[in-house]
């Protein structure tokens, strides 16, 4: 049976599972991090651990391993050239290159939005499309974009960069240097502050920590300036997801990360503004849905990226 490994680096973990070429995951394993650990040290238990697999299930079935991690990673080289602020070890290196080496098995990096849209589009609800665009809504706004039914990764691998269209010139500064990014509107901390504001402009303090789980609990029952803030997100989606319908004419939008989760409540509302922002020609049958991997979406994605770029 052709097995795919899957790599996922997070701000404080590594994850890693071994995914069956129909999407069943065999065997998982997380990895804690430390922020400030150099790369040889965060490596040396992700190797182990893969090699360790290599050596008691047998080498011939695992057919490709893939890397997910933040940056932009070189689509030549494999190498993360930078942006990865909350791993910065992983700058100017190739985690892929090396466990190749140690493997002899092809391995692969790339961005972790490109893998989440890769991932969709093999073993979840991108299986219908050839034309859609992935955006992971939660610390930040990521994304990939898949067309003519393959993974679109641009001229140097560095496509996806959702968060950060411009939705305001004059808007909230972000911490890409521009102003306005989408990011600043629609992420987890930002539906957060856009509450938080709203409950002190009104001299109400909040019963317990806001966090995007809680603004969506509270607009399930129906608390005004929790429907405003999921009004006001659905809002500034739309305007991104209009820009990117009018230069792609895409077949659909998938919504994934953690707020994808209590997700249901935006769907409506991105229905609702998305005519407003795009030609009515490209607005048919577009189809706005909520991702179909969650839990597992990050080893599922690396393992569907590097099968997707094993038979590309
Ligand atoms: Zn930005």
């Excluded at 808007?171 to 987890?188: L, T």
Aim: aromatic content about 8%; overall charge neutral; some cysteine.
């Amino acid at each position: 049976m052709d097995c795919f490994i899957g790599v996922d680096f997070g701000g404080t973990s590594v994850k890693l599972g071994v995914i069956t070429g129909e999407g069943l995951i065999l065997k998982k394993n997380i990895i804690t991090i430390g922020s400030g650990d150099s790369f040889e040290k965060i490596m040396h238990p992700v190797s182990e651990w893969v090699q360790s697999y290599l050596k008691n299930n047998g080498k011939d079935g695992v057919k490709a391993i893939g890397i997910g991690t933040p940056g932009f990673i070189d689509k030549r080289t494999n190498i993360l050239i930078s942006g990865s602020e909350n791993v910065p070890a992983l700058k100017k290196h190739s985690v892929a290159n090396i466990l190749s080496e140690k493997t002899g098995i092809p391995a692969y990096q790339d961005n972790d939005g490109t893998c989440a849209a890769a991932g969709e589009s093999v073993f979840g609800n991108g299986i219908n499309y050839s034309d859609f665009v992935m955006i992971t809504l939660g610390t930040g706004i990521g994304g990939g974009l898949v067309l003519n039914g393959k993974v679109y990764r641009g001229s140097k691998g560095f496509s996806g960069e959702i968060g950060h269209i411009c939705l305001d010139p004059n808007g909230i500064w972000c911490n890409c240097g521009s102003r306005g990014c989408f990011e600043q509107y629609a992420s987890g901390p930002a539906i957060v502050r856009n509450y938080a504001n709203k409950l002190l402009k009104r001299g109400i303090v909040a019963d317990e920590e806001i966090t995007p789980e809680y603004i969506f609990v509270r607009a399930k029952s129906k608390d005004e300036i929790a429907l405003e803030v999921i009004e006001e997100a659905g809002y500034r989606i739309a305007q991104a997801f209009g820009t990117l319908l009018n230069v792609l004419n895409l077949e659909a939008f998938i919504i994934g990360g953690g707020i994808s989760r209590s997700g249901n409540m935006l769907l409506p509302v991105i229905n609702k503004y998305l005519p407003d922002f795009v030609w009515p020609q490209l607005k048919e049958n577009v189809e706005v849905v909520i991702a179909k991997l969650q839990n597992d979406a990050g080893i599922m994605g690396a393992a569907a990226m590097a099968y997707e770029r094993l038979n590309n």
